[in-house]
């Protein structure tokens, strides 16, 4: 199966990495493709990758998995999308995530791409991506300067095939960074195995180690999972912060179940968040890790009793090693 990295020339941070990537050995013009805006997106080949690159924004193209299979007839196996980040800190970053809205209602609109209650299957690779892109921007003098981190699940565009993003934060200055843009195709180079060797991150290799990080509550860059997906071994599937699980207060009604009068879309972005990731690593234990610091008596009850109705282990950090 391909693996479709895809870029837009209208982002910077997205633009820099594409043509650090492509100009190492190995690629060749491939065919185009339509766009959504009525343009032609270009294609690159290597080996089983397939680098595609248009000019809009990076969230605006939906489906390009099953439009890049119903084109050439060439099966996607995942999907990796270069992209900029931004913060209202402005610190430089580099980061890595899941994609989905899965917490938006029907009636909503997602203000960065993909379709309310949407998660898309989270890429095997974003643990183990996470952990090498530290080493690598540590090996090329990034850090101190730039932070490394995971960020929460949000935004599009829709995908079908596992998927990830990787991107480099956070002001125009950075996005343009050539030395940010190199370690990011370092990151592909090597995680894909086109530098010859067996790549980074593939589930079906794993051997024994089959725990996978669910993250639920805390902040946008999720630092108390972060904390244990830091360490080898650990996988991790989607990531939901605070804002991804709204919850109306019951006001302290009783009942016997303290999920039950709970509203707002918290279940359904769980439910949903943790089926895709159940899909994404066949045979793997997925263990629901909950950040206790970041949430209230009443709405900590009832995410432990709805994760218990829906036969979803929860565990403590030393339960993933």
Known sequence: MATLVVATTADPASAGPASALLAMPGWHPGPSLAGGDGGSIASYANGGV??????????????LDRRWEAATGEAVGEVIFLSK???????????VHPIGVPHLREDEVPPQGGRPGWAGLPNPRIAPWFRRLKKIAQEHGLIPEFEVTLEATHHGPVVSTPTMFVEIGSTEEHWRRQDAAQ??????????????????GQWDRCGERKKVLLGIGGGHYVPRHM????????????????????MEDPKQQKTDNPANGVGGTWKQAIKTSFEVTKAAFPGGEIIAHLDHKSFKGWQKNAITSFLA??????GKPADFF
Do not use: C, F, M
């Open 183 to 200: 370690v990011v195709a370092l990151l592909l180079w090597e995680g894909l195995g086109l530098d010859g060797g067996d790549g980074i």
């Open 309 to 314: 109705e829906e036969n979803v282990q929860v």
């Open 227 to 246: 904390d244990i997906v830091v360490k080898d071994g650990v996988w991790v599937g989607h990531l939901l912060s605070g804002y991804s699980l709204p």
């Open 50 to 63: 397939r680098l595609l690159q248009h000019g809009i924004s990076i969230v605006a193209e939906d489906d």
């Open 85 to 95: 980040h931004t913060a209202v800190t402005n610190r430089p970053a580099l980061t």
